[in-house]
Antibody, heavy 120, light 106 residues
Framework: EVQVVESGGGWVQPGRSLRLSCAVSGFTFEDYAMYWVRQAPGKGLEWVSG????????AYADSVKGRFLISRDNAKNSLSLQMDSLRPEDTAFYFCARGRGYSYGYIDYWGQGTLVTVSS | ETVMTQSPATLSVSPGESANLSCRAS??????LAWYQQKPRQAPRLLIYGASTRATGVPARFSGSGSGTEFTLTISGLRSEDFAVYHCLQYTQWPSFGPGTKVDLK
């Protein structure tokens, strides 16, 4: 059974940093791209960042470029999102998600999300 | 960057009726289009990928069509459990979502 579990969310002041983690099981992690997707309360889904199967290709939404860094450790079946210089508009549920394929692909599995609140 | 739009923003439907949800891409995404259903306080659920292929376990009342820049999700014979928000996603490059269509009870 495929499992995707996020952790690391919480409350943080503007300008500070937070690191999200995602642990996966039930599939061969290195065969898939991975994504972070966020959803502000009451709003739509926003793709935040993606990484291909070996970490050689990474991409970011314009809204987070230069502030967030995605990484993966295929030996540990884990994905991370380092979020720096956080802003109130970064407040959202953050979902870790599996992309169907080595690079781009539709999302076929989602975690349950972890809430990040940026507020003074 | 491919910008996705969806219409209408809200669709009010009675149980048993059909609903047609539209998704448009700012440039061709071929058939690299997926649809998701999301209920409150839940993660999205994959319904359709490749514009028209139902995901495992998705009822036949959900169907997808289209290619290029215009896509439609049709829900035939709406049931109470179908009232939710529906999102489209293009994945011909790094993904981008549409803003969603809420299907609610008329």
């Amino acid at each position: 059974e495929v499992q995707v579990v996020e952790s690391g969310g919480g409350w943080v002041q503007p300008g500070r940093s937070l690191r999200l983690s995602c642990a996966v099981s039930g599939f061969t992690f290195e065969d898939y791209a991975m994504y972070w997707v966020r959803q502000a309360p009451g709003k739509g889904l926003e793709w935040v960042s993606g990484i291909n199967w070996n970490g050689g290709s990474r991409a970011y939404a314009d809204s987070v470029k230069g502030r967030f860094l995605i990484s993966r450790d295929n030996a540990k079946n884990s994905l991370s999102l380092q979020m720096d210089s956080l802003r109130p508009e970064d407040t959202a549920f953050y979902f870790c998600a599996r992309g169907r394929g080595y690079s781009y692909g539709y999302i076929d599995y989602w975690g349950q999300g972890t809430l990040v609140t940026v507020s003074s | 960057e491919t910008v996705m739009t969806q219409s209408p923003a809200t669709l009010s439907v009675s149980p048993g009726e059909s609903a047609n949800l539209s998704c448009r891409a700012s440039q061709s995404v071929s058939s690299s289009l997926a649809w998701y259903q999301q209920k409150p306080r839940q993660a999205p659920r994959l319904l359709i990928y490749g514009a028209s292929t139902r995901a495992t376990g998705v009822p036949a009342r959900f169907s997808g069509s289209g290619s290029g820049t215009e896509f439609t999700l049709t829900i035939s014979g709406l049931r109470s459990e179908d009232f939710a928000v529906y999102h489209c996603l293009q994945y011909t490059q790094w993904p981008s979502f549409g803003p969603g269509t809420k299907v609610d009870l008329k």
